[in-house]
């Protein structure tokens, strides 16, 4: 069993590393691949994960990347021209980081592009297209990455429902700059069903977490049904996603994604697939060796 997506360096998870990759290990744990998603959450990311490996050997890898969404984050909405220069700024410092901690990497990412947080934050027309513009120069400089030290990505790509601008761009960019050279995960994919053809086309495997187990989960459901096995991978995008059973018990004490709950999330997908979880829990540790390992 493995978390090939998670924000360790997060709280809750940042404090209670010790418990959580216990109750990991107790259901079948192997693996789990935490992502750095900001230059202010590498060193926790770094300190972490040392932590866990020392007291319970090489559990966690690493993910390194700036999230899309962080540009909008540091986006002064009445001085629109400063995220270039500001990005500009924080993608420098990605790379320097980068380049010292190269060695202690598993994947590039958290990197891609987020077209739907934009669009709640009422921001005018001319403002989003400069954060897009700002996310595309960033994730090129991600795949960039990636090729040139031949590490596979973490890529989210999140859009407003019923939309595909997001995931053709992304596409497009990964097409464009990986030159077939690049492979990885499109985590945690929820959006209209005919682009995935061409995630599988183009290499990638697909995370799947917790939306499976949520009633209101069947457009991931069958974007599940289209993945063949051998590009699933599991994650729990922890701390921000929790599976069903701890969402409809009012009483769970523990009540943020973490990746002990992987186990739920495999064996609904099992069911959907129509095969047993140990198998599928075999194919999907493979795919997360052939991918990340
Ligand atoms: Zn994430």
Redesign the pocket.
């Known amino acids: 069993m493995h978390d090939s997506?998670i924000?360790l360096a997060r709280n809750p998870l940042k404090d209670n590393w010790k418990r959580d990759t216990q109750d990991f290990i107790n259901n079948g744990g192997k693996k789990i691949l935490t992502?750095g998603?900001d230059v202010e959450d590498f060193n926790d990311t770094f300190q972490v994960a040392q932590k866990i490996n020392q007291r319970f050997g090489d559990i966690v890898d690493i993910a390194l990347g700036i999230h899309p969404t962080v540009f909008q984050r540091n986006f002064d909405k009445n001085n629109y021209e400063d995220i270039f220069s500001g990005s500009k700024k924080l993608l420098t410092r990605f790379v320097e980081i980068f380049g010292q901690e190269k060695d202690k990497l598993s994947a590039v990412g958290?990197t891609g592009l987020d077209y739907f947080e934009m669009y709640n934050a009422e921001l005018e027309q001319k403002q989003i297209e400069a954060l897009k513009q700002v996310q595309k120069e960033s994730f090129k400089v991600h795949i960039q990455l990636a090729k040139k030290n031949n590490l596979p990505l973490s890529i989210?790509a999140r859009e407003l429902s019923g939309e595909i601008n997001c995931i053709v761009d992304a596409l497009e960019l990964v097409a464009k700059n990986g030159n077939g050279l690049v492979n990885g995960s499109f985590?945690s994919y929820t959006g209209e069903l005919p682009p995935v053809s061409d995630i599988l086309d183009l290499g990638f495997c697909i995370g799947f977490n917790a939306i499976i187990t949520y009633p209101n989960g069947e457009n991931v459901r069958q974007i599940l049904k289209k993945t063949p096995n051998d590009r699933i991978l599991f994650e729990t995008?922890g701390p921000f996603l929790t599976v069903q059973s701890v969402r409809k018990n009012k009483k769970a004490l523990i009540r943020y994604g973490r990746s002990a709950q992987v186990k739920e999330i495999l064996e609904v997908a099992a069911g959907i697939k129509n095969i047993s979880p140990q198998k599928l829990e075999d194919i999907a540790d493979e795919n997360y060796e052939r991918v990340f390992g």
């Open positions: 997506h924000h992502q998603s958290e989210h985590h995008d």
